[in-house]
T-cell receptor
Framework: AQSVTQPDIHITVSEGASLELRCNYSYGATPYLFWYVQSPGQGLQLLLKYFSGDTLVQGIKGFEAEFKRSQSSFNLRKPSVHWSDAAEYFCAVAGNTNAGKSTFGDGTTLTVKP | GAVVSQHPSWVICKSGTSVKIECRSLDFQATTMFWYRQFPKQSLMLMATSNEGSKATYEQGVEKDKFLINHASLTLSTLTVTSAHPEDSSFYIC????????????FGSGTRLTVV
């Protein structure tokens, strides 16, 4: 069975500080990995995705993530956080097995201090 | 890029009535669409997988007679919540996967359903 763990329920960082959100996954084959952001009452916006190739993936809004197969991780990073980045972040795994279903982590709430 | 349009964005209905939510892929053909439900401050839970022209596959614990899914074309899937009750109030989100997997998974903006 596929699963995603986001160990941090809530993270608070100061504006301008760097950010790393952790994601660990379990998947029996080559995974597709995603990071999404959700503002309150809104749908999900895709930040970035990894399918294959370069393990360091660049996304929108200055985010990047690194796929580390040996650690089963796909951590999200941003060098300098802006107040508008405050939101809920979800990591997800999917693939060609299991009918292509996406499994989501429980999410990490990011608070940005001025 | 790939866009999935979900409509309506919010709906209030009376208990006992039915509500239909539409999910459209605007610039690509979606062989597979997924319907998720999200409770406040929780993650997304997959309800069902719909494939164009065939019956939906429901996740364990999801009532197929209550949550009717139709995927009649490669660009449209609908979720109908039948005989809605207050406990069905939730945020429903669809996602679509394109024919060749090139776009991966694109999500709609969600529908906030409130049953009163």
């Amino acid at each position: 069975a596929q699963s995603v763990t986001q160990p941090d329920i809530h993270i608070t960082v100061s504006e301008g500080a760097s950010l790393e959100l952790r994601c660990n996954y379990s998947y029996g084959a080559t995974p597709y990995l995603f990071w999404y952001v959700q503002s309150p009452g809104q749908g999900l916006q895709l930040l970035l995705k990894y399918f294959s190739g370069d393990t360091l993936v660049q996304g929108i809004k200055g985010f990047e993530a690194e796929f580390k197969r040996s650690q089963s991780s796909f951590n999200l990073r941003k060098p300098s956080v802006h107040w508008s980045d405050a939101a809920e972040y979800f990591c997800a795994v999917a693939g060609n097995t299991n009918a292509g279903k996406s499994t989501f982590g429980d999410g990490t709430t990011l608070t940005v201090k001025p | 890029g790939a866009v999935v349009s979900q409509h309506p964005s919010w709906v209030i209905c009376k208990s006992g009535t039915s509500v239909k939510i539409e999910c459209r892929s605007l610039d690509f053909q979606a062989t597979t669409m997924f319907w998720y439900r999200q409770f406040p401050k929780q993650s997304l839970m997959l309800m069902a997988t719909s494939n164009e022209g065939s019956k939906a596959t429901y996740e364990q614990g999801v009532e197929k007679d209550k949550f009717l899914i139709n995927h009649a074309s490669l660009t449209l899937s609908t979720l109908t919540v039948t005989s809605a009750h207050p406990e069905d109030s939730s945020f429903y989100i669809c996602s679509a996967r394109d024919l060749e997997g090139a776009y991966g998974y694109t999500f709609g903006s969600g529908t906030r359903l409130t049953v009163v």
